[in-house]
């Protein structure tokens, strides 16, 4: 069931984002050059330059915000084993995480 789940939502087409504005390009900056001041490797590193994600890292572009919001601060906590992810989360502060959760739902 959860293969056959899996396939259906694989072959899905990605959301259409529209109505980009400045906000969105500056998102898309930091998803894909990532925060060299404070040693944040882009998100596009290993999750695709249009965080489509791939066959070891997890797809992120069109997932729900609150979702994504919810994954990054159970990883940050540990509350969420994602060895590779706990230490480029630590540096995120809540308003960061909100800029790119929004952004990558848009995507
Ligand atoms: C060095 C590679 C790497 C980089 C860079 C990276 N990630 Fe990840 N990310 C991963 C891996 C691997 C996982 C899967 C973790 C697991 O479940 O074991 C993951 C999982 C996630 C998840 C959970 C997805 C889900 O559906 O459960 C989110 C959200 C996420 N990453 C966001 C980000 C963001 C935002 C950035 C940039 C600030 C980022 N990642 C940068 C490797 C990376």
């Not at 504005?21 to 249009?50: D, E, S």
Request: proline letters at 6%; a positive charge; glycine letters at 8%.
């Amino acid at each position: 069931m959860v293969a056959a789940l899996a396939g259906y939502f694989a072959k899905q087409p990605a959301a259409d984002a529209s109505g980009r504005c400045g906000a969105h390009r500056a998102r898309q900056a930091r998803v894909r050059g990532g925060r060299a001041r404070r040693q944040i490797p882009p998100c596009a590193t290993c999750h695709g330059k249009n965080a489509e994600g791939n066959a070891t890292f997890p797809r992120l572009a069109g997932q729900h915000a609150p979702y994504l919001l919810k994954q990054l601060l159970v990883i940050q906590n540990a509350l969420r084993s994602a060895p590779v992810m706990h230490g480029i989360v630590q540096e995120l502060n809540r308003d960061q995480m909100q800029a790119v959760v929004v952004y990558l739902e848009s995507i």
